[in-house]
C-alpha cells in the first residue's frame, strides 16, 4: 500500500476516475485494495464478529459502487470514503437496533492473544513486556475512547499507521502523536513488570 494519499497516485487516481465512468473493472481493482482494510475495520467495531463485518463490507462496497458517481477527491485517500461508508452503514444500525457497539473483554483478549504471537517486538511493545493481557486490557479501558481505538486498530488488529488514520478519519500524523500519548499513558497506568 503506497503511502501518499491517492490523488498523488497517477494510477490511482486513472482508477478512480474510471470507477466513477462505471467501469466495473476498475471498481472491482479498488475492492481488491481496500476491502481488507474495512473488513479489518468492521470487524474492530463490531466487537471481532467477522460475519458482521463481511456483511458490512459487502454493503459498503455496494452503497460505494452505487454513489461513485458522486465521489469528490477531499485530499484524502479514498480508502477514507469507503471507511466512511463503513462507520455509517455500522451507526445506522446501532440506531436502529437501539445498541451500542462495545467490545466484549473476551474478544479483544482473543484479538490480543492471536496479534501477539506474530508481533516482531520494537519501541511500541516495550511497553507491552512484562504484563499480563488482563493488566494490559485493564490499562487499555482506563485510556480515552480515541486512544482505545488507536490502540486497538493499531496493536491488536494490526492496522498500520496510514489504514488508522483512515479508519479514525484523521492524518497520519495525528494517529502518530495519538498513539505515542496512549502509549505514555499506558505506561504511567500499568504497574511496574517485574523483572524477567
Excluded: K
Excluded at 478519519?169 to 517485574?194: T, V
Amino acid at each position: 500500500m503506497a503511502n501518499s494519499a491517492d490523488e498523488h497516485d497517477p494510477e490511482r487516481v486513472a482508477l478512480v476516475a474510471r470507477a466513477r465512468q462505471g467501469d466495473i473493472e476498475a471498481f472491482g481493482q479498488l475492492y481488491d485494495h481496500y476491502a481488507d482494510l474495512v473488513f479489518r475495520y468492521a470487524r474492530y467495531r463490531l466487537g471481532g464478529d467477522p460475519a458482521a463485518a463481511e456483511d458490512i463490507v459487502s454493503e459498503t462496497f455496494l452503497r460505494a459502487f452505487r454513489t461513485i458517481g458522486t465521489f469528490r477527491w477531499q485530499g484524502r485517500d479514498i480508502g477514507a470514503w469507503f471507511v466512511t461508508i463503513a462507520r455509517n452503514l455500522m451507526v445506522d444500525q446501532a440506531r436502529s437496533a437501539r445498541r451500542r457497539f462495545e467490545i466484549p473483554t473476551a474478544d479483544i483478549l482473543d484479538a490480543a492473544e492471536s496479534a501477539t504471537a506474530h508481533i516482531v517486538p520494537g519501541p511500541e511493545e516495550a511497553v507491552l513486556d512484562g504484563h499480563t493481557h488482563r493488566e494490559l486490557l485493564d490499562a487499555i479501558q482506563r485510556l480515552r475512547p480515541e486512544q482505545q481505538e488507536c490502540v486497538a486498530l493499531r496493536f491488536l488488529e494490526g492496522l498500520s499507521v496510514r489504514e488508522t488514520a483512515l479508519a479514525m478519519d484523521r492524518n497520519e500524523g495525528a494517529i502518530r502523536a495519538l498513539q505515542l500519548r496512549a502509549l505514555r499513558s499506558l505506561a504511567r497506568l500499568l504497574p511496574a513488570a517485574e523483572p524477567g
